[in-house]
């Protein structure tokens, strides 16, 4: 009962994985294992991974779509920024408590007059100021050499009706201030100045070195007269009581005309004679000569904010150039070709040839600013400067609202409004907003597909891990079907071994 013993055939390379219901993704992947007889199997690890990574290809175009959304992102926002910065370069002009309320002072005799300051409601114009006296503020002092430095003070002052008693240091004053025990004039000042008074005290040293309290009055003019009373006053180390106070200056208004109109101050700082206008009276020129105060307008500040409008609204027209070309890669900008850039293109240039219906500035041409072919402008600082001192109110009316009109200001700022990054009406929000709700689909895709995939990954290594334990049994399987062949028909596939 010999024979040849059945074979089981033997193959160069394994058969292919059966293909997926997953868009045939892992069609493709082959599993090589060598001699199906061999016993080695194969490498499980290796083919899920091939396989994973056919499954993972679907997303590829969901994830090249949102890199580019997200470099339209980024482009977006920047031009939002700068269109942001353009917005707020225009505010300053078209602000009416901006660079065109700023007033300019000057004062032909500085060691007289000097001014400090000047508001939005002072009207540029010249004035006319004559001083003829400064104001002053009433001051006393202790008789002379009556209290030495280190006598020890008791008993009552009196200042405007407020009575400082001094004792031992147990007892306070009429605002309930403790009295410092070995009261000097030192420590007598610094009480009263502790309190209420209406007077700042300090002790000084007279021209024959003896000191004296100086009470000066917080209340300058010929209206801050202090009662000082010291009758009530004791000199412990030479037992005198009373002391008097004199007016050591007598508190007096300024005297002065502003063209030509007299008027009086109870203090050389003086805010309510020329409207707007605060001056600081310092001297009475000699034969009181007059003073010319001159009010401009502040043309220098103007300028600087209409070059800063023109620098920002060339960085934005810069960034819309740039999106019409390529990076330094040579692949397209982000948001070449998207129909945002050409609207915010049209939008601004319209806004930038806003021509004024009345008065003698209609135009920025007029104030020296210039297209160029490229849509940046171009500012001549000499023609700006001429159209500010031949026309001022005309060029601030350019820039904001009139009684029935609208003004270039007005106008660009309402088209920023509409341009810009805020909601809910912005061309640059609006874009972001429709971005995001597609960067939202797609992550939501991708997080979708990956979940797939992972439970089919968990799935198949446990499916070919079952398989491949299988092969290896392959070898073991044979043998023991050859035994039990021979075992029954007698036949030796070894014969002599």
């Not at 103007?302 to 390529?326: K, P, R, W």
């Not at 106008?411 to 990054?421: A, D």
């Not at 023991?480 to 070894?494: C, F, K, P, Q, R």
């Amino acid at each position: 009962m010999g024979g040849p013993a059945p074979r089981v055939r033997e193959g160069n390379s394994g058969n292919d994985y059966p293909e997926s219901d997953d868009n045939n993704a892992m069609g493709s992947v082959g599993i090589s294992f060598g001699s199906p007889t061999s016993g080695q199997g194969f490498d499980v690890s290796t083919t899920v991974s091939a396989i994973v990574a056919n499954l993972q290809a679907v997303e590829t175009p969901w994830k090249n779509q949102l890199t580019s959304l997200q470099s339209q992102d980024t482009a977006l926002t920047s031009i939002g920024t700068d269109l942001s910065s353009l917005s707020t370069a225009v505010s300053a002009l078209n602000d009416f408590n901006g660079v065109f309320s700023e007033k300019e002072g000057s004062s032909s005799d500085t060691s007289a007059i000097a001014l400090t300051s000047a508001t939005s409601s002072a009207v540029a114009g010249s004035h006319t100021v004559v001083v003829g006296n400064l104001a002053q503020t009433y001051s006393y002092a202790s008789a002379s050499g009556a209290i030495a430095t280190g006598d020890t003070l008791t008993g009552k002052l009196s200042i405007g009706g407020q009575k400082i008693t001094i004792s031992d240091g147990t007892a306070t004053d009429s605002d309930g201030n403790k009295i410092p025990q070995n009261n000097t004039l030192a420590t007598l000042a610094s009480c009263i100045n502790d309190g209420d008074y209406g007077v700042q005290a300090n002790v000084v040293t007279n021209s024959l070195g003896q000191s004296q309290l100086s009470l000066v009055s917080d209340t300058s003019g010929s209206g801050g007269a202090v009662a000082i009373d010291g009758s009530q006053l004791t000199d412990s180390a030479t037992s005198v009581t009373g002391f008097s106070f004199g007016a050591v200056q007598p508190g007096l208004d300024a005297q002065f005309s502003v063209d030509g109109v007299q008027t009086t101050s109870a203090s050389n700082t003086v805010t309510d004679a020329i409207p707007g206008v605060t001056m600081q009276l310092l001297s009475v020129p000699t034969g009181s000569e007059s003073v010319q105060v001159e009010i401009t307008n502040n043309n220098s500040d103007v300028e600087s904010a209409v070059s800063t409008f023109v620098s920002a609204y060339n960085t934005v027209i810069g960034d819309l150039n740039t999106q019409e070309g390529e990076t330094s890669s040579g692949t397209s900008e982000p948001l070449y070709g998207n129909p945002a850039i050409a609207n915010l293109q049209e939008q601004l240039q319209q806004a930038l040839t806003f021509t004024q219906s009345s008065g003698a500035i209609t135009s920025l041409t007029q104030l020296g600013v210039t297209a160029n072919n490229d849509g940046t402008l171009t500012l001549d600082g000499s023609t700006l400067d001429s159209a500010l001192n031949s026309n001022f109110q005309d060029a601030m009316n350019f820039f904001q609202t009139s009684t029935g009109s609208t003004s270039f200001g007005a106008n660009m700022t309402t088209t920023l409004g509409n341009l810009g990054n805020s909601g809910p009406d912005g061309a640059i929000y609006l874009a972001l907003q429709q971005d995001s709700s597609q960067e939202t689909t797609l992550n939501t895709n991708i997080t979708n597909e990956n979940k797939n995939i992972s439970t089919q990954q968990t799935q198949l290594t446990t499916e070919l891990n079952e398989a491949n334990y299988t092969l290896q049994e392959i070898p073991e399987q044979l043998q023991s079907v050859n035994e039990l062949y021979s075992a029954i028909t007698g036949y030796d596939e070894n014969p002599g071994g």
